[in-house]
């Protein structure tokens, strides 16, 4: 890392920002080998969304009852009064939580976890520069995502725009809900942008994510428009919107965008269950199996026959 906390073209380095995790060694998050960094705060709440952590803006504390030891490290170390012992074994009360972490540092056992912490754009890039030698044999390297990268949009892009002037391949996976001057400067320093398409008509989308899609779609040709690279990730989800209808206006979508525009497709999976429990949240979906492989290759190629470079 560069020794001063002004960076590359005047970029600051000590800018702070609300970081839920840093994945290293992702492979679904763009090309190569790359390491993701998630971001905290959402405007939108998919039902089938898979980072139910990164939705809030604050830190969270998740709570796995079936870790706890029953240690009581955790009620000595909560100033609060939240971690309380009586006949039904451990309760943890939320409402007397303030989310400072003591207690997840205490855990022995891992049963609690602070999500979300706030970290400068140097120490992030630090931790992602860790794996430069990966990025360049695999044509990896950072992925910003969320949660919506864009709810920090000043931390997003100084991490964007450092890590161009670091040479680092950039892709910004985003719900594309924000306003136009918040993507327009990631033009010039991110190389993809994975975006995402869950729902085209506008009722649908906000019944099932809680906004419209008229902002998202608007960006979408906008970026388009303004030469940037685009790949569409689309979810596809049982009872929400696995029909030919979505499909046929996927491809038309894809069609209106022009050439070289391709579509991911994102099958819905039940791995995130366990996270809603450790949230205290129930998971809006219940309990809609996964989609099978061989659907979801189906659905890549039914879109293949629509004309769209789609794949899994
Ligand atoms: S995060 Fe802080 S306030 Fe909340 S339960 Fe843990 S120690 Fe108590
Ligand atoms: S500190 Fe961890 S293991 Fe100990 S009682 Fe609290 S949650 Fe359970």
Redesign the pocket.
Same mark, same amino acid.
């Given at each position: 890392m560069n020794g001063s906390l002004i960076g590359d073209e005047g970029v600051d380095l000590s800018r702070v920002g609300r970081v839920l995790n840093i994945q290293r060694f992702a492979l679904h998050d763009g090309p190569g080998v790359r390491t993701t960094v998630f971001l905290k705060g959402c405007p939108l709440s998919c039902a089938w969304c898979q980072n139910p952590e990164s939705i809030a803006a604050e830190p969270q504390i998740m %709570?796995a #009852?079936a870790? &706890? +030891?029953? &240690?009581? #490290? &955790?009620?000595e +170390?909560c100033r609060q009064g939240a971690?309380r012992?009586d006949g039904e074994g451990?309760v %943890?009360d939320r409402l007397r939580c303030v989310r400072c972490g003591a !207690?997840a540092a205490? !855990?022995? +056992?891992? +049963?609690?976890e602070l999500a979300g912490r706030e970290q400068s754009v140097g120490a992030v890039l630090d931790e992602v520069q860790r794996d430069v030698p990966y990025y360049a044999e695999s044509g990896g390297g950072l992925t910003i995502s969320g949660g919506e990268p864009l709810v920090q949009p000043a931390f997003t892009a100084a991490l964007a725009r450092q890590a161009a002037a670091r040479a680092l391949h950039t892709c910004l996976d985003t719900t594309g809900f924000a306003p136009w001057a918040a993507l327009e400067p990631l033009v010039a320093v991110v190389d993809l942008f994975l975006y995402d398409v869950k729902l085209l008509d506008d009722g649908a989308h906000r019944r099932w994510t809680g906004r419209g899609n008229e902002l998202i779609l608007a960006n979408l040709e906008r970026l388009v428009a303004a030469g940037a690279a685009v790949e569409l990730r689309c979810p596809i989800i049982p009872t929400v919107n696995d029909t030919d209808d979505h499909l046929d206006a996927l491809a038309r979508l894809v069609g209106r965008l022009g050439g070289g525009v391709g579509c991911a497709i994102l099958p819905y999976h039940t791995m995130a269950r366990s996270k809603y429990d450790r949230l205290g949240m129930v998971a809006p979906l219940g309990d809609l199996p996964s989609i099978p492989p061989q659907r979801a290759q189906q659905w890549v190629d039914a879109l293949r026959r629509r004309g769209v470079d789609a794949r899994l």
């Open positions: %709570y #009852a870790r &706890c +030891a029953g &240690c009581r #490290a &955790c009620e +170390a971690h012992f451990h %943890y !207690c205490a !855990c022995p +056992a891992g +049963a609690l």
